[in-house]
């Protein structure tokens, strides 16, 4: 009997073991986005991202400062959020980048897809594909 509770205990510590690791809740597995190794530092106090400065804006990155096509990033109020800038449900083409408006919602113009960047989420099978985002203001550095 002493023995059987030994091996209970031992099932139970490895059980929560496995359940307290955390991936930050990043589940960047995408068939079609490629998961790319990058680091890039934005200064929302040049012109180009000071739109970052205001809650509920969003703004396109270009490539040359990481992601695939680029990346999205979005001051959400109470964060920043920064996406990549590829459609999550299409196969990487000539369309396949995320388009926005600033706001809070970006679109695919392969599907015409919208997905929301408070939770990167559509109607579709994949959302949107995230990055960390480390803030020390001005410097938001976005990196996977």
Do not use: H, W
Not at 50 to 55: D, P, R
Not at 93 to 121: A, H, K, M, Q, R
């Amino acid at each position: 009997k002493n023995n059987f509770m030994k091996k209970i205990c031992l099932f139970l510590l490895f059980a929560f073991s496995l359940n307290g690791c955390s991936d930050d809740g990043f589940n960047n597995n995408n068939p079609y986005i490629p998961n790319y190794r990058f680091s890039t530092n934005i200064n929302i106090d040049l012109p180009s991202f000071s739109a970052l400065n205001f809650v509920g804006n969003s703004i396109y990155v270009p490539p040359q400062l990481g992601g695939s096509p680029g990346l999205i990033v979005f001051n959400s109020g109470s964060g920043y959020f920064a996406y990549d800038a590829t459609c999550p449900n299409q196969p990487v083409t000539s369309c396949s980048t995320l388009i926005t408006n600033g706001g809070i919602n970006v679109v695919c113009p392969c599907d015409d897809e919208s997905y929301s960047l408070f939770t990167g989420l559509s109607t579709l099978k994949y959302p949107l594909k995230r990055y960390r985002v480390e803030v020390s203001l001005p410097i938001l550095r976005v990196y996977n």
